[in-house]
T-cell receptor
């Protein structure tokens, strides 16, 4: 059974600081996704990582994938308040659409 | 372009009642999935479909049925509602291609079972 663990679960950080969210998973996969969820809202896709060493960046967020270590990171650069949300990683273990989500990291950026 | 539409947005049921959560997408996506989201547990996959007429179980399928007679629609049926099924339910769709595309999520259905 695939397990996906994120840490930290909660993160409070000041504006302008950098931080990294970690996503570890337990079985082989080369398809990993990052999503953002605002309180009471739906999920929005941020990144799709499809191979070992993949790196994608959008604004202040950068995601990477190391399939050998079964680890993905979401790096936040110079955080701003608008980045406050819950971030989920998700791993596709069986092709198609059998996707397992992590428990999420709730990020609070304090002005 | 509506994307993924879920109805209803809110529902309160009594234990033992049945109901169907509706999900429709207008993007001609092959893949569709149902998740439930509970506090502290992320999203858990209930059932998924890779095309019309093809469905399979996810992580937590007990108490739920699905069918997919058209590409656009993927309803989720609660057979006999239980308080443990109180949750927020999300439907998602994506293009085919072996999981190389992100999922598009609906706005969710907030379901309470009394």
């Amino acid at each position: 059974e695939l397990k996906v663990e994120q840490n930290p679960l909660f993160l409070s950080m000041q504006e302008g600081k950098n931080y990294t969210i970690y996503c570890n998973y337990s079985t082989t996969s080369d398809r990993l996704y990052w999503y953002r969820q605002d309180p009471g809202k739906s999920l929005e896709s941020l990144f799709v990582l499809l191979s070992n060493g993949a790196v994608k960046q959008e604004g202040r967020l950068m995601a990477s994938l190391d399939t050998k270590a079964r680890l993905s990171t979401l790096h936040i650069t110079a955080a701003v308040h608008d980045l406050s949300a819950t971030y989920f990683c998700a791993v596709n273990s069986g092709g198609y659409q059998k996707v397992t989500f992590g428990t999420g990291t709730k990020l609070q950026v304090i002005p | 372009n509506a994307g993924v539409t879920q109805t209803p947005k809110f529902q309160v049921l009594k234990t033992g009642q049945s109901m169907t959560l509706q999900c429709a997408q207008d993007m001609n996506h092959e893949y569709m999935s149902w998740y439930r989201q509970d506090p502290g547990m992320g999203l858990r996959l209930i059932h998924y479909s890779v095309g019309a007429g093809i469905t399979d179980q996810g992580e937590v399928p007990n108490g739920y049925n699905v069918s997919r007679s058209t590409t656009e629609d993927f309803p989720l049926r609660l057979l006999s509602a239980a308080p443990s099924q109180t949750s927020v339910y999300f439907c998602a769709s994506s293009r085919g291609g072996g999981g190389n595309q992100p999922q598009h999520f609906g706005d969710g259905t907030r379901l309470s079972i009394l």
